[in-house]
């Protein structure tokens, strides 16, 4: 126990008497991890409005209006059974003109003339939402070789078809650029964090030996090394959040009017996962630091 | 106590630092070890706390053969021994207190009972009012003095002092052997290395003279011929 005191003590009075290294340390560690949490939450984003676009990505398979009711039924069930289908929605012509009615309230002509036909004015249709965006075109296909082929009169995805193709595209650039960028990151970090730990160590180079002369082991004289990187971590991980929560409350307003449509708010993603950000930011900021007095601090333990 | 068997320290450039030495010190001697600068006392010294280690020979401290001492043994052998060096070697960022309670605190003693030793060592060198200083506001008698009380703190069984008045003006040196005397005087082996005549002349203890890596002299009561 007491030996526990005394690496705190002795963690405390490097901190305290190297105040300014300690101060540098702590603010690069800090840009460290704003900049791994940049990278992070432009991940987060670009997922989300990669998310939300394919989320609207359908199809909708309009049925000729002579097809019986039963037989579009059928269709949404050959559908439905498709591995590569998610969901299908049946719309009846009288839902269809129940909804076109609602979107067009306003427009008092349209729906004077409407109320002159039959309430089957609109064609049946099925909309098909597919596990994944690549899945589409498979379910096409299916749905092409099938006998309910003929009941179709139309279908509304060859629109989308370029849009999901460039979606996907753009996924797949994102995802390497984030791990690139990350990446690069990362290292600038770690050789950064690293060479300042090693002049803070090096600034000890003389008293680490004095306390190898005077009997000192190498884990009694590493102990509160490693135990002033993780506080140092510590507090980067704690100063990253709270200026990041500042920042994304700040800019919500401007984030969520930029998502509009898509119901989007990252502070509110921040707070509802802002235990996923602290710990990492802890664990990766205790780390790069707690490895790197590890290993800056083995050269001058050789006395 | 302390025990050099044909002990040689080579280098890879091919100097020899220590040729064929050999000599035994027994419990409570007070020994100055001479010679010019170059001539291998330092070395001599190394190879007792273990900082370097002999060619070819043994080395042995207390029964202990160190000659091959493995690496996670050297803080315990270190702890044994009081070490005095002409640089002080004090902890600069710690105070008087600190430096001497690091003595204590490496071999894992209680807070207790470093609270309870530090002032009475404190005492003992002259520095009690000393205690919250950092070494810079101390003088190098005083210094020396806190390096002292660092060594002596765990009641080592041998005393090594490394040019101990190298730094220091000729009261203040004689004081800092005032202070080595009453140490022997209460059991502990002084092993002193020096260059310094009027000292090693002063004590009329056993001397020991290295030259160019050999011992050319060991009297029981001698004095500094070279």
Known sequence: MSSIIRTIRFAAQHVWRNLWLSVVTLFLLVLTTISMTLVVGLNIVGGQIITAIEQKVEIDLYFYQYVPEQDVLDAQEFVRGLPETQSVQYTSPQDALK?????????????????ELDDSVLPASITIKATEISS????????????????????DYSDNSEMISRIEELTRIANQSALVIS???????IIVIFNTLRI?????????????????TNSFIRLPFVLEGALLGALAAGITLILGYGLLFLTDDSVRAFFEGYNFSLFAYAKTYWYYFFFGEMIGAIVLSVVSSMIAITRYLKV | MIEFHNVTKSYPDGTHALQNASFSIEPGEFVSIVGQSGAGKTTVARLIIAEEFASKGKVVIGGWDITNIKHRQIPVLRRQIGVVFQDFKLLQRKTVYENVAFGLEVCGTTPEKIAKIVPQVLKIVGLQGKAEKFPEQLSGGEQQRVVIARSLVHRPKILLADEPTGNLDTITANEIIDLLLKINQLGTTVVMVTHNPDIVNRLQKRVITIEKGKIIADKQKGSYHL
């Open chain 1, 136 to 155: 589409y075109p498979a379910i096409l296909e299916s749905i092409k070789n099938s006998p309910y082929q003929e009941f179709v009169d139309r279908t």
């Open chain 1, 183 to 189: 990446t690069i990151f990362l290292i600038i970090s």
């Open chain 1, 200 to 216: 803070t160590i090096y600034n000890y180079r003389e008293e680490i030996g004095i306390m190898k002369l005077v009997g000192a």
């Open chain 1, 99 to 115: 909804e076109f009615k609602e979107s067009h309230a306003d427009d008092t002509a349209l729906l004077a003339s409407l109320s």
